[in-house]
């Protein structure tokens, strides 16, 4: 009986096992059945043929648009090893359906063109697109993305897209997220290769009332140039609003400010950007706000204590002033900090002392007085200090040394009374930055740069003015090797630093205005990593070594201006971006290595040299990203090349001081953004360049002491055009004729009164090297050298003046109504302009010599 129970149970669990094995293979028969389906065919034909639109480039690391990401080809594995697409690498399919409804494919290596027929827009069920960090080679955006109506996400920032964003864009009305934003580095790519917006006003104003449910905007680097209309304040969803670089203008609407659930406002980087911080509500949700380099002004009010939730506060580089409130003290969570280079007075509140997350601290470039804010010292978590250009008094207190998380700290010189010899500096063992500035600092003698040595984490390392010594620095030295940035200008260094040969990580190396001799060390361009090297105003007479180009070299900005050079240049990079080697005394045919490499020059500064030969025609195919070219006081023959069919960016031409022949080349008229042409002291044998009129920004056009003849005015009394004309100089040519009575009535630009409060605008300020225009001009027989260092006359100063031939001048810098220098003959005058038509109007006649 027991035996036939056993055998019954037994019996009964191989059927239960079998039934069970069996409902296991269905149910995977099933899924096995099923999986196929849930890819749709057309679904997987469309990601295939999308897969074929573009080939598979991972980014050049040395790059400088492509950001420093991670990217592997997600689409290149597609259709391997499975037919599903629902499984294929960024990629996800509604469960359901079967159709794609997300492709995120950000970082993918994707390269080409982003085609308006592209296979993409038949995905019509997608609700997300994640394009960002591809190169889709500077392609607009297709209108054609208003075809996918269920986008909530849109995502196609650092993509290498340019031109109008589609107004297309804005019928996507489900989008919560969208960021159409360009990744910007140190050497930005130019403005028409970055996306814009046509008609700003109009379509700010239309996103605004379409993309009611947009939590996240991100247009940064987009070219707007437009107000922020009001209607933003109104969008009630949104959480991060992102517009930095966008070249916004006007008053920022405050009510922006305080939309409830807005967490994140971004508006760096919009010099034009006026407006003023509100009466913030306790109910705010801020957690970041940031307003750097912005023309926003007025005081941080009591209020600011009411964003309980703000994490990083930045207003540097604006027009805040009044004191700092001691409701900052309030901002528990605060974690950055950065009230830079405004006009903040009174002493730091002692309430920043509750800032207990505070990790960055930056005042400095303000008037801020008191003595040093003790109070930071007892903020543990502190890694920053900023407190250089202030109006401090005493010394650092040297508990200053126990806060072992600082990694960066700048002071000024007045406040290195405990640390004078930097005996000390070995305490900083976290620093990996280090920035002592000084005007005038005092010691007994010279500090022994080997103190700088025990700190193994410097990554820059920053003592302009400081004097130091380099005696005892050897080979066996044991200095960081972590430096990228090290500045060392002004400190009486009388030979270059041993410790520099192992410096494999060094980007940027300044060296300027010290008292190294000799010869520049041929290790030092080896260098591989480095990119800047700035050995100007020094003693130093040549190259140690070959004169070729150094191989796995990559120096894009070279500075040798004012030393004791002979002989021929080195140029060691051949796409180098910026040459400066003006002041010297550099022999030889200007190198054709200069034509060589991959990529245009920005910058070529060889003035004030001994070169001789002709200029190298060869520049003309490397023309694209030239901005100035300043050849001035050499031996150069020959004639001016007609070579700058490709330089629209070229703004300023000086070839003066030559002995060049020949006539002003044709293609000058494709110099679209030409603002200083200066041939002065050649051969120049010309009529003269009536055809240059078309130039709409020329302003200064000087062609003194050539053989220039025939009439300065067509004989049909047509205007010869230079709308923006201001400087002109034609003496000691062969001009003939009578000037007409109305000659000077059409230069506007010459007799503006607009915008008379505006600031100076120099010529040649943006290239971020220091590098500015200048040009000589006659006075009644004197040479007048403008430099950018020259200051404008007051309104008040012209209107004593306006009744005398004067000189009134700012290197070029131009405050319309303000300067003014014509030059026939001897005469330069500066005038208002109802006295100059007074002067010059419809009734006087001058002649020419």
């Given at each position: ?10 019996s ?23 999986t ?12 295939l043929?999308?897969k074929?639109?573009?080939k ?12 420093n990401?991670?990217s ?7 259709g391997n ?13 509604n ?12 970082c993918s290596?994707?390269?080409?063109q ?16 994640n ?5 889709f080679?500077?392609?607009?955006i297709p ?7 269920l986008?909530?996400?849109?995502n196609?920032?650092g993509?290498s ?12 009305t489900n989008l919560?997220s969208?960021?159409?934003s360009?990744?910007?580095s140190?050497?930005s ?6 996306l ?5 006003p109009l ?15 991100d247009?940064s680097?987009?070219?707007?140039s ?5 209607e ?17 203008v006007?008053e ?9 659930s ?17 009466i ?14 912005t023309?926003?002004?007025g005081i ?7 964003l ?11 027009n805040?002033?009044g004191r700092?409130?001691?409701s900052?003290g ?15 007075t ?12 505070l ?6 470039y ?21 407190l ?22 700048e002071l000024?010189?007045y406040q290195l ?9 070995s305490l900083?063992?976290?620093?990996q ?13 010279a500090v ?6 025990s700190?193994?984490q410097?990554?820059?390392?920053d ?15 044991d200095?960081?090797s972590?430096?990228?940035y090290?500045r ?12 520099l ?35 100007s105003?020094?003693s ?13 070299s ?6 040798l201006r ?7 240049i080195?140029?060691p990079?051949?796409?180098i ?15 054709r ?13 060889l003035s ?9 025609q060869?520049?003309?195919?490397h ?13 150069l ?25 020949g ?7 494709a ?13 120049i ?12 920004k020329?302003?200064?056009?000087v062609?003194?002491?050539?053989k220039?003849h025939g009439?300065?005015?067509h ?14 100089d ?8 009578t000037?007409?009575?109305?000659y000077?009535?059409n ?14 605008h120099y010529?040649g ?17 004197v040479s007048?050298?403008?430099?950018q260092?020259?200051?404008?006359v ?5 209107e ?32 208002k302009?109802?006295?100059?038509i007074?002067t ?7 002649g020419?010599?």
């Open positions: 009986m027991i035996g036939s129970n056993y055998s019954s149970s037994f009964f669990f191989l059927r239960t096992i079998v039934l069970l094995l069996f409902s296991i293979s269905n149910v995977f028969s099933t899924f096995a059945f099923l196929p389906d849930m890819c749709h065919p057309d679904q997987r034909d469309v990601l043929q999308l074929t639109e573009f598979i480039q991972k980014p050049d690391e040395l790059d400088d648009y492509s950001m990401v991670t592997y080809p997600k689409t290149e594995s597609w090893r499975s037919t599903d697409c629902c499984n294929w690498d960024g990629v996800t399919c469960t359901e359906s079967g159709k794609v409804i997300r492709l995120e494919l950000s290596c994707l390269h080409g982003l085609e308006p027929n592209s296979s993409l827009f038949s995905l019509k069920h997608l609700t997300s697109l394009l960002a960090f591809n190169n080679t500077f392609s607009p209108a054609k993305f208003s075809n996918l109506m986008l909530e996400t849109l196609l920032s993509s897209l340019k031109g109008h964003i589609p107004r297309e864009i804005l019928q996507l919560v969208l960021d159409l360009s990744y910007v140190i050497y790519p130019p403005s028409s290769l970055l814009s917006i046509e008609n700003p379509f700010l104003r239309l996103l605004a009332q379409n993309l009611r449910n947009l939590r996240a905007l247009l680097s987009v070219n707007i437009s107000e922020i209309p009001h933003f304040s109104y969008m009630l969803s949104l959480r991060s609003l992102h517009l930095e670089r966008c070249s916004l006007g920022f609407p405050s009510g922006l400010f305080m939309i409830p807005l967490q994140s406002i971004i508006l760096d980087n919009n010099p034009d950007l006026r407006g003023s911080l509100p913030f509500h306790r109910n705010n949700c801020l957690q970041v706000l940031r307003l750097w380099e023309s926003f002004s941080i009010p009591d209020s600011i204590g009411n309980k939730n703000l994490a990083s506060l930045t207003l540097a580089d604006s805040f002033s700092i409130p001691s900052l309030e901002l528990s969570n605060l974690s950055s900090l950065s009230l830079s280079s405004n006009h903040f009174g002493e730091v509140p002692s309430s920043i002392g509750n800032l207990k997350q990790i960055s601290f930056d005042v400095d303000n008037q801020l007085t008191g003595s040093f804010p003790s109070v930071l010292l007892n903020l543990t978590k502190l890694r920053s200090i900023y250089d250009s202030n109006h401090f008094t005493g010394a650092v207190p040297s508990s200053l040394l126990q806060i072992s998380s600082l990694t960066r700290l000024d010189d009374s405990d640390l004078v010899g930097f005996e000390n500096v900083f063992s976290n620093l930055v280090l920035y002592f500035t000084s005007n005038n600092f005092r010691v007994s003698s022994d740069l080997n103190v700088f040595s700190l193994k410097l990554v820059m390392l003592l302009p003015g400081i004097p130091l010594s380099t005696e005892n620095i050897t080979s066996d030295s200095f960081s972590n430096f990228m090290l060392l200008s002004g400190c009486n260094i009388t030979e270059f630093p041993e410790f040969r192992d410096q494999r990580n060094l980007r940027h190396l300044y060296l300027s205005n010290n008292n190294i001799k000799g010869q520049v060390p041929d290790w030092l361009w080896r260098q591989q990593a480095l990119q800047s090297l700035d050995l105003h020094n130093l007479s040549g190259f140690d070594g070959s004169l070729k180009a150094v191989p796995g990559h120096i894009e900005m070279l500075d004012s030393n004791a050079f002979q002989g021929r080195l140029i990079y051949t796409s971006n910026y040459l400066f080697a003006s002041s010297n005394n550099f022999t030889g045919e200007i190198p290595s200069l034509c060589g490499g991959q990529s245009s020059p920005t910058l070529i500064d004030n040299n001994n070169f001789d030969g002709t200029i190298p060869c520049l003309g195919a023309m694209s990203s030239l901005t100035d070219l300043n050849l001035r006081n050499n031996s023959s020959g004639s001016l090349p007609d070579m700058f069919t490709q330089a629209s960016k070229l703004r300023s031409i000086d070839v003066s001081h030559n002995q060049l022949e006539k002003i080349p044709a293609s000058l008229t110099c679209s953004s030409l603002e200083v042409l200066n041939v002065e002291s050649n051969k044998n010309d009529t003269f360049p009536f055809l240059l009129n078309s130039l709409q020329l302003q200064v056009l062609l003194r002491s050539n220039f009439m300065l005015h004989s049909d009394g047509v205007w010869f055009g230079f709308p923006q004309l201001k400087i002109i034609v003496s000691h040519n062969e001009f003939l004729g000037l007409p009575s109305d000077f009535l230069w506007t630009a010459i007799s503006s009164n607009e915008d008379k409060d505006r600031q100076p010529i300020d943006s290239n971020g090297y220091g590098y500015y225009t200048s040009v000589v001009l006659m006075n009644k027989g007048m050298a403008m430099e260092s020259e200051s404008p007051s309104s008040k100063e012209k004593e003046k306006e009744e005398s031939f004067c000189w009134v001048a700012a290197g070029l810098g131009f405050a319309p109504g303000v300067v003014f220098g014509f030059t026939i003959g001897y005469i330069v005058v500066s005038y302009h109802e006295w100059f007074k010059f109007g419809r009734n006087k006649k001058r020419t010599r």
